[in-house]
């Protein structure tokens, strides 16, 4: 105990001293910490995003693929190719209208994988509603019409505008209710139950239910594509309206009153939608979401075996994912965290450096003190608890005044790195021409965007040149772990600080001191 008190008032008799070591601890410390923060926080938000982003996947045609069947349609005479569809059998119009639709028992299959937690089938058709009005959407919709002569035929003989019908398994679980583009506002969406067993029902836009007189419980009439005399037709039943929250536009250089499908999107069960489009067991796409972004990569490695062993066609389908997203989300972040990592170590080096060679002055200058306290007695133990009580004070002051500064500037110190980082990211993404895709592939800007585009995003039918998307944030948090390593760094310090004097306390001879003397 006498050892320890010699130690506290050494440390007040020498504060000249005392306090240079203070302030360069206390500059190193501060650094260190907030290095640990931001390092943490960083990383923190890396698991964040994982949860939302980058774990999302799709199973549908390629772009390729439906641009080649466009290509062979836009040769042939519109009115040789609706000859040659009433020529044909149901099975022959079904392949041909399945032509850039996905079999519905692929998705199901691929479902079955581990790593996804819950999935959804997506199709959308156009239908004709002898009986309702509404702003057409001819320019959405042309390339559905001409790569279906189903459709092209019905729209031309029947009486009544083109309407675009979505359909899925659960009315909650559309991309739009998800993202909050659209909102119920009347009545209820359809559910599950309602998905297997048919049950011919629909939600409608707010809008377009008061232009037509509308409203729940109301009878639709709509017409089957192909299908002829009292077949034709089903009825449908209103259970819901929604309104629109966030307008689709068309993006650069389009009207938006021709292009906006907001207004003309109707919401069915996917069974309903597939009979409306006679394309039963075949949806545009499923739908899955990963137990983590970690699962994006193993499950793009599973398609390519079902590739490989001829399970799909690989130049048919394809599989997309949002891991992109995550990557341009979570990369400045993951700099941000390498960066605070380098930082950190090397703060910690400085501030082992200056505890070093701080103690070695210290000491070094008081061997005539030492000397003294072994002549009369003082164990190597004694001695040894005084310079370490004096160092754990040097420590603990500027271990204490560096985390209250580090609660001021870590969040500073954060931003800036994550600004730099993003910065560079950007500069590196502008670097490349404007056609490049990733994989050295290049093309026309619309086609590139189109084939980003996800049913999560809600954006397949979005032709922006420049999409929107989540940017990376970091917010510096204190937790309480940040104590817990801010003291195994002030121990350590005082630990590799108190090294210096065992060292020099088991090479001094005190008869050799004094006889200096």
């Known amino acids: 105990m006498r050892s320890v008190k010699r130690g506290l008032r050494s440390f007040v008799r020498h504060p000249l001293a005392n306090l240079v070591v203070v302030l360069l601890l206390f500059v190193c410390l501060t650094f260190s910490l907030s290095m640990l923060a931001v390092k943490m926080a960083a990383d923190s938000q890396v698991e964040e995003v994982k949860r939302s982003v980058g774990n999302y996947a799709e199973l549908r045609v390629s772009l390729e693929h439906q641009m080649q069947v466009y290509q062979e349609q836009r040769g042939q005479d519109p009115a040789k190719r609706q000859a040659e569809a009433r020529k044909m059998s149901e ?8 032509k850039i639709l996905v079999p519905e028992q692929v998705t199901d299959d691929f479902s079955m994988r581990p790593e996804i937690i819950s999935y959804d089938k997506v199709l959308e058709a156009v239908v004709v509603l002898p009986d309702i009005t509404g702003p057409g959407v001819e320019t959405l919709l042309s390339l559905r019409r001409r790569l279906s002569p189903g459709s092209a035929q019905a729209s031309s003989s029947a009486g009544g505008s083109s309407f675009l019908f979505e359909g899925n398994t659960h009315g909650a679980s559309a991309s739009d209710f998800l993202r909050g583009a659209k909102r119920l506002v009347e009545g209820s969406l359809y559910t599950y139950q309602d998905y297997l067993n048919a049950n011919p029902v629909v939600v409608v836009e707010k809008t377009l239910a008061e232009e ?49 499908p907001a207004g003309n999107k109707f919401y069915a069960p996917l069974s309903v939608v597939q009979e409306l489009n006679s394309t039963p067991g075949y949806v545009e796409l499923g739908s899955y979401y990963l137990d983590s972004a970690d699962s994006s990569r193993t499950l793009s490695l599973a398609f390519q075996d079902m590739v490989s062993e001829g399970l799909v066609e690989g130049d048919k389908y394809e599989l997309a994912t949002d891991y992109s997203d995550f990557e341009s989300i979570s990369d400045p972040l993951l700099k941000v965290s390498r960066t605070s990592t380098i930082a950190l170590a090397g ?59 580090s609660t001021v ?44 585009n996800l049913y999560k995003k809600g954006g397949r039918f979005s032709f922006s040149s420049s999409p929107t998307r989540q940017t990376a944030e970091l917010d510096v948090i204190y937790r309480g772990i940040l104590l817990v390593y801010g003291i195994l760094i002030l121990l350590g310090i005082s ?6 004097p065992v060292v020099w306390i088991n090479r001094l001879r005190p008869a050799r001191v004094l006889a200096m003397e």
Do not use: H
């Open 212 to 260: 037509n007189g509308l409203r729940v419980g109301d009878a639709i009439t709509a017409r089957i594509t192909g299908a002829e005399g009292r077949d034709s037709e089903m009825e449908l039943t209103v259970i819901g309206i929604y309104e629109t929250v966030e307008a689709e536009s068309g993006g650069t250089g389009q009207d938006f009153q021709t292009f906006n």
């Open 347 to 405: 703060a910690l080096g400085a501030c082992a450096l200056i505890i070093v060679l701080a103690m070695f002055i210290i000491v070094g200058g008081r061997t005539r003190e030492l000397g003294v306290l072994k002549a009369i007695g003082a164990t190597d133990r004694q001695v040894l608890l005084q310079y370490a009580a004096e160092v754990l004070c040097v420590c603990l002051v500027a271990a204490v005044l560096a985390a209250g500064a």
């Open 409 to 452: 500037v870590s969040q500073q110190l954060g931003d800036w790195l994550l600004r730099e980082n993003t910065a560079a990211a950007d500069q590196a993404s502008q670097a490349q021409g404007p056609g490049d895709l990733p994989g050295g592939r290049t093309g026309i800007p619309a086609l590139r965007n189109m084939e980003e």
């Open 495 to 500: 630990l590799l600080g108190t090294a210096v």
């Open 91 to 98: 099975e022959e119009l079904l392949e041909e209208r399945a």
